[in-house]
């Protein structure tokens, strides 16, 4: 998972380079990128919990819990940014 999410933030800076005017200057582009630069360290994060989970360790429920819901939320935002963002440019 952590691996896609790299992949994806990679072709957002490839996209931005091919498009340098425009994505340069775009407040909904950058944010849509730190949401998906906050959605990799989300995801670091929820595999520290699996592997707590995994250790029989009962601390990481609740981690595991928040990070799904996190990881649900910025999914959805980012969709919403990037509708945005189509829309913008």
């Known amino acids: 998972m952590v691996t896609g999410l790299a992949l994806i933030f990679a072709s957002g800076l490839?996209?931005?380079?091919?498009?340098?005017?425009?994505?340069?200057t775009s407040v909904v582009f950058w944010t849509k990128m730190g949401l998906i630069a906050l959605l990799l360290g989300n995801g670091y994060i929820r595999m520290r919990a699996e592997n707590a989970l995994r250790q029989d360790r009962a601390?990481?429920?609740?981690?595991?819990r928040r990070t799904s819901v996190a990881s649900l939320v910025l999914w959805l935002v980012i969709l919403l940014f990037g509708t945005l963002l189509h829309s913008t440019t």
């Open 14 to 24: 490839l996209m931005m380079l091919a498009e340098l005017h425009s994505f340069a």
């Open 59 to 64: 601390a990481g429920w609740g981690r595991f």
